[in-house]
């Protein structure tokens, strides 16, 4: 008998923004223990929520790049659990009415294009942290990730094999980072996923045993969970190995095998009501089109435009396009010097070689894409040799607030002009090594590198190269 | 409501309730779902969800983050912290 596999995906994505969702603590990754918590995000009595405008700001956009209508009423609900990871003993959450509902995403399979709808996004509070291995009786609670704001995506069982789950969860990554709602980083658990999972006879329409991996964060492990999990659940189906059970498993990577965790709660279990102190959340026009107007251009929109309009190859307008960062430095710069393929040159070759070098990400660029705009206008009109205007560059990296132009100058790294000058340093090198000169008369001509190098770098390499190869010539020939 | 269901509740809310409180709480409930028994009876299909009594929307705050609180300060009520951590009654095996 062919089966076939029905997935749904809940993909936790934590939110770029400074402060926590309720309370003004820093939410920033990797302080030390309990270093960011208030009495609000700790569950002190008598604390109240208040809401950060940028995590619904952050929450309509997800909804919007992902093809959803925005409830302009949203409301936050209590789901009440007993864990010490939350010190209220509820997450707040959004049960009733989440900020998001009804949309879609359209992933590439080897049979065409795919939607795969969403049924809600909705923001809520993250968990703390528990450590279990500092003393053997004692479980330790760090509380700073607690009240740290997320997004829930919750898809529809749209899916069907590993490889659409992945097609959908790297379409989701691409498309949050370029609206800058989360950096997405799976090394850091700021995008997490739990895995619903059921297998029926191909063609069935009833649903199978459906069970639920919890929080995975990389893609590899993913795809090896959902392969483990059909095997298992075909096996169990056809040959009875085991009874099948609705219910929460964790994947094992190390043993590439999942484990039973308990019996999955039902939505009832968990008790949502409205939370009495938070107050509606009421999005009116002005709000939803100030968001609306802000979300970027979708990544494979840009790239088309760069190859069509901008005249970049393939090529470039791929790695560009790997980056919102990258693509808003590209505008900048070519808006302000109108060569896009110079643009494109310096972002590949020297740009990203720097980010690398200093073993940074492409997204945490912060170059003045307009100052490098300027600095290519320096280069291409010859006012700053190539060599210096990486020097320039550079500096630009450590110091946003650089004008290409004045460095350039305080720095002596404008090209001159002056002839007079080029020519007295021609002829001290030349006269300074006879024997060289000799050979290049004597047919040599390769000699003449060594001694225009010598002239350049007595210039600083302020110099134009034509206008020094044909001092130099002149010289040796006169 | 029966007793397997006040059972369930009990367990969630990590309650342990005498059984005089637990006939209480069973007589509590029954008065209560025939009160929701009544109100069922109406026709609310073309009814708006209500969201709160008040025609009122929340206030929000602007994301900056400070932290006016000490962690120290905080810990000083607890009844075991230790290394910058709250410390609870190991939660797994
Ligand atoms: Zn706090």
Redesign the interface.
């Known amino acids: 008998m062919k089966y076939e596999v029905v997935i749904g995906l809940e993909v936790h994505v934590e939110l770029s923004?400074?402060?926590k969702i309720f309370c003004?603590?820093?939410?920033?990754f990797g302080a030390?223990?309990?270093?960011?918590?208030?009495?609000a995000c700790?569950g002190?009595p008598g604390m109240l929520p208040?809401?950060?405008?940028?995590?619904?700001d952050l929450g309509m956009t997800a909804g919007m790049m992902l093809n959803c209508h925005i409830n302009r009423?949203t409301?936050f609900d209590k789901k009440?659990?007993?864990?010490?990871d939350l010190p209220c003993a509820y997450q707040t959450t959004q049960w009733?009415?989440p900020v998001a509902v009804n949309g879609y995403v359209e992933i590439d399979t080897p049979s065409g294009k795919k939607k795969v709808r969403i049924k809600q996004i909705h923001m809520e509070e993250d968990a703390g942290k528990?450590?279990?291995d500092?003393?053997?009786?004692?479980?330790?609670?760090?509380?700073n990730r607690t009240s740290v704001p997320l997004i829930e995506i919750v898809s529809q069982p749209d899916l069907s094999s590993a490889d659409e789950v992945i097609a959908y969860l790297e379409r989701l990554h691409s498309l949050l980072r370029f609206a800058r709602v989360s950096d997405c980083r799976w090394e850091q658990g700021s995008m997490r996923c739990d895995v619903n999972l059921s297998v029926r006879p191909e063609g069935s329409t009833k649903l199978g045993v459906r069970t639920e991996i919890k929080n995975m964060n990389s893609l590899t492990a993913i795809a090896r969970a959902i392969e483990y999990e059909t095997a298992r659940h075909i096996d169990a189906i056809e040959n009875g190995t085991e009874v099948l059970v609705q219910e929460t498993r964790r994947w094992d990577d190390a043993k590439g095998k999942s484990f039973s965790m308990r019996t999955k709660e039902t939505a009832g279990?968990y008790?949502y009501f409205?939370d009495p102190n938070?107050?509606?959340?009421?999005i009116d026009d002005a709000w939803f089109d100030e968001i609306n107007a802000s979300l970027p251009e979708f990544p494979e929109v840009k790239r088309e435009r760069y190859i069509t309009e901008l005249g970049l190859s393939e090529y470039d307008a791929d790695q560009i396009t790997s980056s919102r960062a990258l693509c808003d430095c590209f505008e900048d710069a070519y808006s302000v010097c109108g060569k896009a393929k110079d643009c494109a040159n310096w972002i590949i070759s020297e740009v990203m070689s720097i980010l690398n070098s200093k073993k940074m990400t492409f997204d945490m660029l912060t170059l003045d894409g307009k100052a490098l705009g300027a600095l290519i206008n320096l280069v291409c009109d010859g006012t700053v040799g190539r060599a210096n205007g990486k020097k320039v560059l550079l500096a630009m990296f450590d110091d946003a607030s650089i004008d290409p132009k004045k460095y350039a100058e305080e720095n002596g790294f404008i090209v001159s002009n002056d002839t007079s000058l080029v020519e007295s340093v021609v002829k001290k090198v030349c006269d300074s090594d006879p024997q060289t000169v000799a050979d290049i008369r004597g047919g040599r001509d390769k000699a003449i590198m060594a001694l225009f190098g010598r002239c350049m770098k007595e210039l600083r390499g302020n110099c134009d190269p034509q206008v020094l190869r044909k001092a130099l010539m002149d010289y040796i020939n006169g | 409501m029966d007793y397997k269901e006040l059972r369930l509740l009990e367990m969630l809310n990590q309650l342990s309730l005498s059984d005089a409180q637990k006939s209480e709480m069973l007589e509590f409930f029954e008065k209560r779902e025939s009160d929701l028994a009544i109100l069922n009876e109406l026709d609310t299909e073309s009814v708006e969800r209500m969201v709160h009594v008040m025609p009122i929307s929340t206030v929000v705050r602007e994301d900056i983050a400070s932290q006016p609180f000490d962690r120290d300060e905080l810990q000083r009520g607890a009844p075991n912290a230790e290394l910058g951590y709250w410390c609870v009654p190991r939660v797994v095996d």
């Open positions: 923004t400074k402060s003004s603590c820093s939410a920033e030390g223990p309990n270093e960011h918590v208030c009495p700790c002190m208040v809401v950060n405008k940028r995590v619904v009423t409301t009440s659990y007993y864990y010490p009733f009415a528990l450590v279990h500092i003393a053997p009786d004692t479980t330790h609670v760090d509380f279990d008790r409205p938070i107050m509606p959340i009421v």
